[in-house]
């Protein structure tokens, strides 16, 4: 096994990937890709990594404007979905790919990103042979500035807070004999200072939740927000039942985008269907701040006095609550409101899984009349990106589900920049 991997290492060089073949060194070019891979702390949710994978991809943005050889050919390979704790994991299979929950051409209209599996058939290599990083650094906060208080933009290779991991991506067939962990404090840019001093092809870096935002806010954060389009039938599906249930259609709506997200418009003329979205984040979230999250009654308060507000008749909930919860919340509501909730056929929770249905929630809240979320939630805050670049007035858009009558904090606004 040791010399298949050395040859298969030593001999085939990197290649392009799109209808390009691997070849020997001395029959053809070698080629200059590199490879990025990176990972996130293992309890992070689904949506938190939607933000790191910005941070990621305003990086190759910027890399691939670049005039040094070495830092312009570098490719960000997407760490595949698994293991994620909120799914549960006898109904999905392991690894599942961006492409089931993005599209995958429109992030590359915005960033250089290969999906895993392509990766691996770049290495020409089948779930056997061994993939070896050459060089992987586990990125940790610097323990000293927590404890000054004093934070300065630095990375540095320093000794590991946490024994280092064997395996990546939970794969048996990658792994590395060239481990690091860097200390590091400051926006993903300043990777750059360590990619420019290494010809490493491939480059691992795990915790990459470490690194902060570059440009939070700003025309190029929301470009690489509006490329992360969701999957065509996860948006068929979310239409269709927009028609079906909530009268609600783009055309009645105003709520159409452009095919190419690089062709969208500034607006916030929105209206969006007749009915209030709600995102209710239970589970964890209850269990761990009862402080801050509402009782059931008082939610279904909350929502029945907007609807009387607003003079809506429907609410769509999207929510992560026990069925005895929801079913406590629709049984107060539906005395005098209709209330829906997207329940997926075995056959679509089987193609998507947890993930795919949570975007479908997600995708109606998004195009609600009114979005009302849960506070410090981050499938609350992608919703609202996602009504920001619909074009919907802010005020429609962020809100949040209040502890009770009394105790309300304001939620923090984001507004789309182009
Ligand atoms: N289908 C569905 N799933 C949800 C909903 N709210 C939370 N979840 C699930 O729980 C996870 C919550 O984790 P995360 O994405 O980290 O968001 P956060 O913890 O609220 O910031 C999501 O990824 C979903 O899998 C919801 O309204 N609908
Ligand atoms: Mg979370």
Known sequence: MRIITFIIFGLFSFNGIYGENVCY????HVSSTRYLLYDVNPPEGFNLRRDVYMRIAILAHQLQKSTRLGLNSIKVVLPPWSHLIHWSYSEIPEYVPWSTFFDLHSLQLFAPVIEMHDFFSILQQNKYTKAIIDNVYILQHFDDMFETGKFVDKLEIQKC????????????????TNVKCLSFHGPASQLIQLLQNTSSKTILVDHAEVMLHDRFGDKTYWMARRSMRFNKELRKIALKFRENYLNSTDRGDNTFLEADWRNDKPKRD?????????HLRRRDFARSRPEEVPSIENVADQISALLQKLQLEKVFIATDATKLE??????????????YRYEPTDVIKEKFNEGGVAIIDQIICSYSRYFLGTKDSTFSYRIQE??????????????????NMHECSEPSVWKIVY
């Open 386 to 403: 996602e009504r920001e670049i619909l074009g919907f007035p802010t005020d429609r858009t962020f809100n949040v589900l209040c502890k």
């Open 25 to 28: 060194k001395d029959k053809c």
């Open 326 to 339: 929801y079913d406590g919340l629709r049984s107060k509501l539906e005395q005098k409101y209709e209330v």
């Open 270 to 278: 929105a209206t969006g269907g007749p009915y209030i979205g709600v």
């Open 161 to 176: 807070q946490n024994p280092p991991k064997v395996r990546y991506f939970y794969y048996n067939n990658m792994t590395s």
